[in-house]
Each structure stands twice: as structure tokens, then as C-alpha cells.
Antibody, heavy 118, light 110 residues
Framework: QVQLVESGGGVVQPGRSLRLSCVAS????????MHWVRQAPGKGLEWVAV????????YYADSVKGRFTISRDNSKNTLYLQMSSLRAEDTAVYYC???????????WGQGTLVTVSS | QSVLTQPPSVSAAPGQKVTISCSGS????????ISWYHQLPGTAPKLLIY???KRPSGIPDRFSGSKSGTSATLGITGLQTGDEAHYYC???????????FGTGTKVTVL
């Protein structure tokens, strides 16, 4: 079954770190850019970061720059998001999404919830 | 980070047509393809339109997209109750080197 599956979410205290993973199954992973997108409760979609297929380029939203790091392991068909210095405003469902062609997302994961709270 | 501007909500009766606008700038919509996503409550977003006006396999032709300059439009004809969802536009911003989403539009079928 074609899918992206995120994991690693949970409740974390402000200032702590968390690493999210996204595993791709039955879809081509290594030749596609991959994104993280988040959605705070009751809010719209917010783009977080992108990584090129070979990992050579990475770009981040201003809101997470310097705190979050996107990476990938093509041998494991896995995308990561290392989140540090977490803040209450980072509370959201985090989705991974595959980039195809001219910057559109053809596959999305089901999302993993990150709650930053003391 | 800039976002694309959409109306908060649109509504129409079953069978009618709605359009959703998406307004941006020369560095985002004006320079790159637009895509559209819809999101049912409690589910992940799903691709609806890509490269301005193309529909993925399985998306009915009731859904259409267009782009002109720094704006784009999503059209839904023959509105159905199952179309009630949030709709988002999105594109790459070449100046910001970032992806930007629209503010989102809730479609209500009266």
C-alpha cells in the first residue's frame, strides 16, 4: 500500500527536543524532495521545511530556522525532523509530504501530533 | 513568512458552483505553478489540482484550476455535500526559497 507514515510525536516540555520520522512505503522516495508541513489546532497549513532528493539543499520557514533540522536516509526511505528548543507555538500535527514535479505534494502522511506543554 | 490570501469561506447550494481565489505576488504565484489541496476534518490534505490546472487521477472534472498573473482560482461545479472541506492553495516562493500556503477557505454546502 502506498503510504507515508509519520511517528515520533508526543507531549514534550518547552525547551526540550523531539525527533519525528516519516517512512515511505511503495512509493519512490530517493528521487523526490520531501517536505514537513504542520497544522496547529484549528489553524491552516504551515510549511516547515524541505530537503532536496540527495540532501544537498535544505530550506526552512523563518519560524523554525535555527531550531529544526530536516534530514533523510534514502537507504531507509526515511525522512526526519529534529526539533529543538521547542515552544508552545510549535504545537501542531506534523505531516510529511512528497514533492513532485513543479512543487506540488502528491502524497501526504497521516500526521503525528506534537504537543509542547509543561 | 508571507502567505497567499484566500477568502475565509464560501458557500452555495447543492448543484451550484463556487470559486475560491488565491492572491499572491510576483515571487510566488507570479513565478511558479500553483497547486490546490482539500482537507476533510481530521484527515490529511489531499492534492486536488497541480501545475495550475491539472487534475490527478481520480479527481472529477467538477474541479478546475486557473492562474492569471499573481492570482489563481479554484472552481467547483455541481457542488456536493461531500465537497464540504477546507481548501488551500500553495506554491513555491522563489524569493523566500520557501513554500507558501494560502490562508485556507472553508466550503459549505447549504
Amino acid at each position: 500500500q502506498v503510504q507515508l507514515v509519520e511517528s515520533g510525536g508526543g507531549v514534550v516540555q518547552p525547551g526540550r527536543s523531539l525527533r519525528l520520522s516519516c517512512v515511505a512505503s511503495e512509493i519512490t522516495f530517493s528521487t523526490h524532495g520531501m517536505h514537513w508541513v504542520r497544522q496547529a489546532p484549528g489553524k491552516g497549513l504551515e510549511w516547515v521545511a524541505v530537503i532536496w532528493p540527495d540532501g544537498s539543499n535544505k530550506y526552512y520557514a523563518d519560524s523554525v530556522k535555527g531550531r529544526f533540522t530536516i534530514s533523510r536516509d534514502n537507504s531507509k526511505n526515511t525522512l526526519y525532523l529534529q526539533m529543538s528548543s521547542l515552544r508552545a507555538e510549535d504545537t501542531a500535527v506534523y505531516y510529511c509530504a512528497r514533492n513532485t514535479g513543479n512543487h506540488y505534494f502528491d502524497y501526504w502522511g497521516q500526521g503525528t501530533l506534537v504537543t509542547v506543554s509543561s | 513568512q508571507s502567505v497567499l490570501t484566500q477568502p475565509p469561506s464560501v458557500s452555495a447550494a447543492p448543484g451550484q458552483k463556487v470559486t475560491i481565489s488565491c492572491s499572491g505576488s510576483s515571487s510566488d504565484i507570479g513565478s511558479n505553478y500553483i497547486s490546490w489541496y482539500h482537507q476533510l476534518p481530521g484527515t490529511a490534505p489531499k492534492l486536488l489540482i497541480y501545475e495550475n490546472n491539472k487534475r490527478p487521477s481520480g479527481i472529477p472534472d467538477r474541479f478546475s484550476g486557473s492562474k492569471s498573473g499573481t492570482s489563481a482560482t479554484l472552481g467547483i461545479t455541481g457542488l456536493q455535500t461531500g465537497d464540504e472541506a477546507h481548501y488551500y492553495c500553495g506554491t513555491w516562493d522563489s524569493s523566500l526559497t520557501a513554500y507558501v500556503f494560502g490562508t485556507g477557505t472553508k466550503v459549505t454546502v447549504l
